[in-house]
Every structure is written in C-alpha cells, then in structure tokens.
C-alpha cells in the first residue's frame, strides 16, 4: 500500500503550552487533526471556566485561517475544585473533561492532587453531568519503581475510584504496559484509554542507545519491549476503547538537555505520520482509521469529522529543529527519515 486515505482524525491528549510558542506547535497539530483536548497543566494552571475560555481564544488566534482545528479545553483538578466549577464547565459547551495529575507526577504538575478523596464531591458532579475524568495513570511514591508506577496506580487509586464511582467517564491517559492495556481491555465500555506514537513504536532502550537521549524520555516512561507489544496488539485489535493521544509536549532543548531534564516528547510534527508507521509495523493499517477518527469522538459523544486526510507512501526527512522563541524545539526522531507522509 502506498496511499491510505481516511476520516480526519483527532488528538486527544495534546499539550500546546502558551504565549508566543504557540505560533509554532498549534500549526502542526492543526495541519491533520480537526479537534484536540487541550491539556490545562500551564503556570499557573488553568483551573476554572473562565481561564480555559481565554486560552482557548489565545489557541485559535493562532489557528492558520485554512485549518479547521478546534481546541476543546479541560479543568486542572486540585484539591479545591468547586463542584460548581463543573457546571460551569459544562454549560460552557467548550470545556470537555477535567484532568488529573497526582501532585508531583509530571511537568507542572505541582498543583496535582495530593489525595483523591479530596475530589470525591468533585467527581460526584461530574459523574451526574457525564464529564470525564482524564487520569495521568502513575503512583508518586518514592518506594514504588518508575517502571511501575502505572500498574500500581491501576491496582491502589483506579480500581476503587471506579467502585466508588461506577459511572464516572474515565480515559487512563497514555497508557504504557501491558497490565493497562488488559484492565481497559476487560473494563466497562465508560473506561477508555489513549495511546501515544512512541509508545507504539519504541521500548525503553530507545533512551539509551549509545547514551542517554533525553528526547526519548517521557513521563510515563518508555517500558519494555513486552508492554509495547501488548499496546500493539491492543491497538491493532479494533477495541474501541483505544484511541489516539499524542501527549505531545514541547520543552526547549535547554530544558531537555540539562542534567535534569524535563519530561515529554515532542510527535505534533508527525503525529499521524508515526501512527501510520506503527500500525503499518503492526501489519494493521486497516484499524488505523478507527483508533484515529472514530473511537475518541464516540467516546466523548461528538461527531465524527466528515473530511478526509491522505497519506502518501513517499519518504521525507524530520527537521534538525523548529524555532521555540528563541530557543531551539527538537522534534522526536529529528533529521531520521520518514517513510509515510501527510499528502
């Protein structure tokens, strides 16, 4: 196959930061995707109605004109959240879900929550008015090992969230092991997961290939060969409640080359262009269209995008880096050959 054409997907797990970087990531989510939630983890986070509405404005002031590209926005949960936060939220009809960071889990993060029972009024407003809940699936406990920090979070916060809140709409947010993939595979048809390209494509020796290569790491952490297969497959099976998330995040090459560098890997160059090459490594271009275009929009109860996207089976070449203010933005796989290219 050298040509696939399908449904315009959408990304549902997407970091765009803010201010004037902003020129130059939303340009390359917008140049495939038709919608992406927006995650709220900024400084200060975007906590209420009012300030995801601004940056909403701030996102598509810097929308190209012949993109049809909607950012649909989400609530940074803390410890304080009002309930009626959600309604506002909901009646706002721009505010899609509200995220979940454990405090201290990952970039910006500070503002996470430090116990869940904190948010249990919180959820019980969302579960009444169908918001979902967006989990970053990892434990902080500093005893618990960082490679397993998702399947301990499935097993000690996850399970007994869902016991006490049986119809609450929840996505585990780029999942990475094969215990994830197993309890989403076998959980009520509410519970979803997304998925990121490099999760799909690479185990965690990618980071330390002849070094360590810090634009390999991310949070959660690349796993073993085993965990990337099992996302393979799970990927490749057509379960629906699998579905395309980039956690795409743009850190300058300063914050991810110093002796402690940040979290996250920049794909929205690419982002479809990896997908393709990973379902096509999977021997399942034909799932491609479902997990991209369809299952996340059935999810959160939106229509499916009516335009087409085209991917062409012609090689071409990543950037060194693109302008980040004025610093340097190093995409994932910078100056590496592609094999499938947006038409």
């Not at 919608?35 to 400084?43: D, F, H, S, T, V």
């Not at 918001?131 to 399947?151: I, K, N």
């Amino acid at each position: 196959m050298d040509k696939l054409t399908i449904t315009q997907p959408d990304d549902w797990h997407l970091h765009v930061r803010d201010a004037e970087v902003l020129k130059t990531v939303v340009p390359h989510s917008a140049r495939c995707f038709g919608r992406a939630i927006i995650m709220p983890n900024l400084k200060p986070p975007v906590t209420t109605t009012t300030q995801a509405l601004a940056y909403r404005q701030r996102i598509q002031a810097v929308t190209p004109e012949n993109r049809n590209f909607q950012a649909l926005m989400t609530l940074y949960l803390t410890d304080n959240t009002d309930p009626q936060e959600i309604q506002k939220a909901k009646d706002s009809t721009a505010i899609h879900a509200v995220k979940y960071y454990p405090a201290g889990a990952t970039t910006n993060s500070d503002s996470g929550v430090t116990d869940l029972s904190k948010t249990y009024a919180v959820l019980e407003a969302m579960q009444t008015l169908g918001m979902p809940l967006l989990l970053h699936g990892e434990v902080t406990d500093s005893q618990v090992d960082v490679f397993d920090r998702e399947a301990v979070f499935i097993d000690k916060i996850l399970i007994p969230l869902i016991k006490r809140f049986p119809s609450l709409k929840i996505v585990l947010e780029h999942i990475t092991t094969r215990q994830a993939a197993e309890f989403i595979g076998a959980a009520p048809e509410h519970i979803a997961a997304t998925i990121t390209p490099q999760h799909l494509l690479y185990n965690r020796n990618e980071i330390f290939k002849g070094g360590i290569r810090p634009h390999y790491f991310c949070l959660p952490v690349l796993k073993r060969e085993q965990h990337r297969q099992a996302l393979l497959d799970a990927v490749s099976s057509g379960n629906r409640k699998f579905f395309l998330g980039t956690d795409s995040a743009p850190h300058s090459q300063a914050n991810k080359e110093n002796a402690c560098g940040c979290a996250g890997i920049y794909s929205a160059h690419a982002a479809i262009e990896f997908y393709a090459e990973a379902f096509e490594q999977a021997g399942a271009l034909d799932k491609l269209e479902g997990f991209a275009s369809f299952y996340g929009a059935d999810f959160y109860g939106l229509p499916r995008n009516t335009s087409k996207i085209t991917l062409l089976k012609q090689a071409w070449t990543i950037p060194d880096y693109y302008h980040f203010n004025d610093e340097k933005l190093i995409p994932l796989n910078a100056n590496q050959t592609m094999r499938w290219q947006l038409g």
